[in-house]
């Protein structure tokens, strides 16, 4: 079974800096997805970014992007220029090739964004 | 864009009481998924299905049973509820093949369960 963890409960962000969060996870898989998702005070689950494994180049998206390193399974997520409405709860997802595959969750690292 | 709806969006029941959560997927979409995330804490896999039929199974409870209809909505019911179940209920649905633009799943809103 695939395990995702984000050993960061809590992190914090002065506004227009820069933040990592940090993901590992543990699979025996050659094929899989990486998602981070963010879920604010509504606890709608937002879709961030992602990152499909065969795929070297880190994927980007706007003030978003992320360092994949497939071999130490790494997967962090930067922010950069961060804005009052990032503030909210990330979770790292890992999320198997093949049909109808579940998402796993990390538990999460919540972003405290101050002025 | 049609996104994913869940109905109730809020729901109280009585401890040993029974509650149907349902979901619609977004058109097309073949796979539903079920998660509950407790206050604090990160969603937690329940069950799914792809084409109407059971396709993986996680920590749910004996008392939990869904299933998916040929519409592909699906209806997640729960029996005799205990105060521990009191939770946010997320459905989640995507395409079962993914593809170079289809990888990920789309969320509901979620149903917000408490038991009193």
């Known amino acids: 079974a695939q395990t995702v963890t984000q050993s960061q409960p809590e992190m914090s962000v002065q506004e227009a800096e820069t933040v990592t969060l940090s993901c590992t996870y543990d699979?025996?898989?050659?094929?899989?997805?990486l998602f981070w998702y963010k879920q604010p005070p509504s606890r709608q689950m937002i879709l961030v970014i992602r990152q499909e494994a065969y795929k070297q180049q880190n994927a980007t998206e706007n003030r978003f992007s992320v360092n994949f390193q497939k071999a130490a399974k790494s997967f962090s997520l930067k922010i950069s220029d961060s804005q009052l409405g990032d503030a909210a709860m990330y979770f790292c997802?890992?999320?198997?090739?093949?049909?109808?595959?579940?998402?796993?969750f990390g538990t999460g690292t919540r972003l405290q964004v101050t002025l | 864009a049609a996104g994913v709806i869940q109905s109730p969006r809020h729901l109280i029941k009585e401890k040993r009481e029974t509650a149907t959560l349902k979901c619609y997927p977004i058109?097309?979409?073949?796979?539903v998924y079920w998660y509950q995330q407790g206050p604090g804490q990160d969603p937690q896999f329940l069950i799914s299905?792809?084409?109407?039929?059971?396709?993986d199974k996680g920590s749910i409870p004996d008392r939990f049973s869904a299933q998916q209809f040929s519409d592909y909505h699906s209806e997640l019911n729960m029996s005799s509820l205990e105060l521990g179940d009191s939770a946010l209920y997320f459905c989640?649905?995507?395409?079962?093949?993914?593809?170079?633009?289809?990888?990920?799943?789309?969320f509901g809103q979620g149903t917000r369960l408490t038991v009193v």
């Open positions: 989640a649905s995507s395409l079962a093949v993914q593809t170079e633009t289809n990888t990920e799943a789309f």
């Open positions: 058109p097309r979409h073949d796979t």
């Open positions: 997802a890992y999320r198997s090739w093949g049909t109808a595959s579940k998402l796993t």
């Open positions: 699979t025996s898989e050659s094929d899989y997805y």
């Open positions: 299905f792809y084409e109407k039929m059971q396709s």
